[in-house]
């Protein structure tokens, strides 16, 4: 299967940038789609940024496009969030996420390997 390990994650101060991690190992599924949701306190899980394969198709949320960018190193099965002018709504457990049926997407359902999750905190 795929195992999925988030860093990067930490507190910050609004208009602070981080750049979250996610390493995968297993069968890496490096042919499809793979995403960055997160989740609030008492609030859904919410879709952030998706990138296909190659790296040229991206999709964003409203709330973060201009701000973050996600990318791909493939040779590193690895995926990348770069998240600048962060500010306190950022705020929540950011989970990378893996498909192995799409080649985009920004459907929960659409990815069957999760993280375990990475805690941004920005505060005002």
């Known amino acids: ?3 999925l390990v988030e860093s990067g994650g930490g507190l910050v101060q609004a208009g602070d940038s981080l750049r979250l991690s996610c390493a995968a190992s297993g ?3 490096s042919s499809y789609a793979k ?4 989740q609030a306190p008492g609030q859904e899980c919410e879709f952030v940024a998706a990138i296909n394969w190659g790296g ?8 973060v496009k201009g701000r973050f960018t996600i990318s791909r190193d ?3 099965n690895t995926v990348y969030l770069q998240m600048n002018s962060l500010k306190p709504e950022d705020t929540a457990v ?3 996420a ?3 049926t799409v080649w985009l997407g920004r459907a929960k359902s659409e990815f069957d390997y999760w993280g ?5 905190t920005v505060s005002s």
Do not use: E, H, I, P
């Open 74 to 76: 493939n040779a590193k």
């Open 116 to 120: 375990q999750g990475t805690q941004v």
């Open 56 to 63: 040229g198709s991206t999709l964003y949320a409203d709330s």
């Open 98 to 100: 893996v498909s192995s």
């Open 27 to 29: 069968r890496t599924f």
């Open 1 to 3: 299967q795929v195992q």
């Open 94 to 96: 950011y989970f990378c």
């Open 35 to 38: 995403a960055w949701f997160r």
